[in-house]
């Protein structure tokens, strides 16, 4: 399947095999998987990021997939969801369906499957709703080029530096913690002690621009945020 730029997948599953399972498998057809393992977080990154698919477990610890469901609905949130769940009546797939899922697979589930049915939901996406362009004040990063700008001059950025900048500008103004970063920019799920975080945001700042207008900040306590201003929102 060829889309314009690796599409985005938040899972939300409480099962650490399953997405494990479903990042190694989704990544070799260019999706990129950003699992959580509970409700609450799952809600607050369905409602806070921008997502091209969500698959979701029913049964979730904290807040159950149905109800992630039921409020990123009212929040006018349509991003494609799949549910990915045990929960196999026909009532429970009704149900589902009802409160605005897209799709619904029972477990277990072949992945050749799952594979396909995600494709499809994502073909429903018109290609302009396909994001090829991030911009952020005066920083742009093309994801098909794979480079990144500011006023027009190209930064050169390595690898892992450039999946840093990309995840801060498709978050921007919204505070992302150490621990954020290191599980979905380094795949790193368990409490970690070094200090590649703080190593490539310095050297992602130095190559910004030190001395230009900050688009980076620290805030003491939580974590990073990416905007024009260094005040508090």
């Not at 009212?74 to 409160?99: A, K, N, Q, W, Y």
């Not at 050297?203 to 230009?212: F, P, Q, S, T, V």
Request: proline share 5%; glycine share 6%.
């Amino acid at each position: 399947m060829a889309l314009t730029a690796r599409a985005r997948l938040l899972l939300v599953e409480d099962d650490p095999a399953t997405a494990a399972y479903l990042r190694e498998g989704l990544a070799e057809h260019d999706i990129d998987v950003f699992a959580v393992a509970n409700g609450p977080d799952g809600l607050r990154r369905a409602l806070s990021e921008r997502w091209d698919i969500v698959i979701l477990d029913r049964m979730l610890p904290g807040l159950g997939g149905l109800e992630i469901l039921t409020q990123m609905r009212e929040r006018d949130i349509m991003t494609p969801v799949l549910f990915l769940t045990t929960m196999d009546g026909v009532s429970s797939r009704v149900r589902g369906l009802r409160h605005g899922a897209d799709d619904y697979m029972i477990k277990p589930f072949a992945l050749r499957e799952l594979v396909a049915r995600v494709q499809v939901l994502l073909r429903r996406f018109t290609p302009s709703q396909h994001v090829t362009m991030l911009c952020v004040a005066d920083v742009a990063l093309d994801l098909l080029s794979r480079e990144a700008t500011r006023r027009g001059e190209k930064i050169h950025l390595q690898p892992q530096e450039l999946k840093l900048l990309e995840y801060f500008m498709r978050n921007p103004g919204t505070i992302i913690s150490r621990r954020m970063l290191l599980k979905d920019v380094w795949d790193m799920d368990f409490p970690v002690r070094t200090n590649i975080v703080e190593t490539h945001l310095s050297r992602l700042r130095e190559k910004l621009g030190r001395h230009d207008r900050p688009l980076i900040h620290t805030i003491k306590g939580a974590g990073y945020v990416m905007r024009e201003s260094d005040l508090e929102p």
